[in-house]
């Protein structure tokens, strides 16, 4: 129900624009966000906005450098990312969550996942 496109291979201080589309329902009125796991790590939160992009966090290891967005007529959360670094390189997944759920960084919290899109940025 969650798909996740545009990931791909690029130079640092490059830049990539991952789409998740949502089909089979609306979540709208759900708090979309983003995860990445690279090799040997674990699952790690990336970005998350709520349904009406009212409310808008960053992991700090992300923030000036990556925009999440949405467009709910479209049902389609994007995410901007910009000046990559190597340390960037992992699979992201988009992730959707009630809102009435707490702990918007925990991937626990989410209901549906997409299946995810693979970013590696070369030094």
């Known amino acids: 129900q969650l798909q996740a496109f545009g990931g791909g291979l690029v130079q640092a201080g490059g830049s990539l624009r991952l789409s998740c589309i949502a089909s089979?329902?609306?979540?709208?009125?759900?708090?979309m966000s983003w995860f990445r796991q690279a090799p040997g790590k674990e699952r790690e939160f990336v970005a998350t906005i709520t349904w009406n992009g009212g409310s808008i966090y960053y992991a700090d290891s992300v923030k000036g450098r990556f925009t999440i967005s949405r467009d709910n007529a479209k049902n389609t959360v994007y995410l901007q990312m910009n000046s990559l670094e190597p340390e960037d390189t992992a699979v992201y997944s988009c992730?959707?969550?009630?809102?009435?759920?707490?702990?918007?960084?925990?991937?626990?919290?989410?209901?549906?996942w997409g299946q995810g899109t693979q970013v590696t940025v070369s030094s």
């Open positions: 992730a959707a969550k009630n809102p009435s759920r707490t702990g918007f960084t925990s991937p626990t919290s989410y209901t549906y």
């Open positions: 089979g329902r609306t979540f709208s009125s759900y708090t």
